[in-house]
């Protein structure tokens, strides 16, 4: 019977030192359970600082910038779009404090722009849980309109781009939701490698992830309500963490408890992020909206490069050219450091009254 495969390869590079000596330098080369997909994580970086990651960065220059921005009260009700009639009568989908509306620059079929509230600018780990239930409550609301209207549009994903060193273009946040007829990259090969599992072992790849990574305990994070979390065993960002709710394939029929459990846990792995002096991340959670999918809810987190003046993106010629991640820090040391954010009371059971 097939089962995951969890690898690692090390690998020696030597070289004479300025000084004069020969040294060597490790490198563990991973290869994704999943995906087959090799990353590496270069342990000679281990430790070093990145530029700008030194204190937690100021606020950007338009963070007070809301007669501008077209996502703030009251102009978001006249700048923005307006979904179609048949998605919804009112052309706004609202949650709590959260507004959707579709896309002006849509990517696919159905786009949406799923606004948190009135804030315009929330720092990395500031915001309320709330705040966020509420927006992705609104995300699966609009999922469940479409799909009415547009059964084909089974290719769904929920995705962030907090600041635009993550690839944001308004710092107002906000959460994207997209469904399309056409799998993207990521939602066609995923869910291949799922099925082919699945008729192997008639077993669920997450589900088994999760066993494992469970059992073995080293990158285990914790848990939030159903959703449990743990740091990427070959990682394809910096400090990327994954929450799987097992047994759960489609974004449609969560309910409020376990959008609250999600939002604490993307929230626990903000004040992480916030820990490092990171500023800027990025979410995602596909799904194959199918009663034959095989693929598990899943929510990546990676971080990303600062946003701040001159500092290195994240992506160098390895990721863009040769196409593997390559980190500083092992997955193992990421659990360890982010273990300490789900031991406070994040899940506070009676914040769940006002979702
Ligand atoms: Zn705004």
Known sequence: MPSLSFKTEPVTARLISPSGETVEKDIEIRIHPITGRTCRIALSRTGQNE????????????????????????????????????????????????????????????????????????????????????????????????????????????????????????????????????PANHQRFLNEKMDAYFSQTRRRMLSDYLDHERNDGARYIGRTGEWEWMAAFAPEGFYEIWGILPNVTSLRTPDADAWQSLAAGILNTQHFYRSVCRNGYNLGILSLETPSSHMELRAVMTVRSNYAAWVRNDHSGFEVMLGDMATFTLPEDTARQARAFWTSNTLNLLSFQSV
């Open 51 to 182: 530029p700008g990651a030194d204190t937690f960065p100021e606020p950007p220059p338009d963070a007070e910038n809301t007669a501008q921005c077209p996502f703030c009260a009251p102009q978001v009700h006249t700048m923005t779009p307006r979904l179609i009639h048949e998605l919804s009568p009112s052309g706004r989908l609202t949650h709590g404090e959260s507004i959707l509306f579709p896309n002006l620059f849509p990517y696919g079929m159905y786009s949406a722009v799923s606004l948190f509230d009135n804030t315009h600018f929330v720092e990395l780990g500031k915001a309320s849980l709330p705040s966020y239930a509420h927006c992705l409550i609104n995300c699966r609301n609009y999922l469940r309109q479409v799909l009415t209207h547009d059964p084909k549009a089974i290719h769904a994903a929920i995705t962030q781009n907090h600041l635009p060193s993550a690839g944001g273009s308004l710092i107002h946040p906000h959460l994207q939701i997209n469904a399309d007829h056409r």
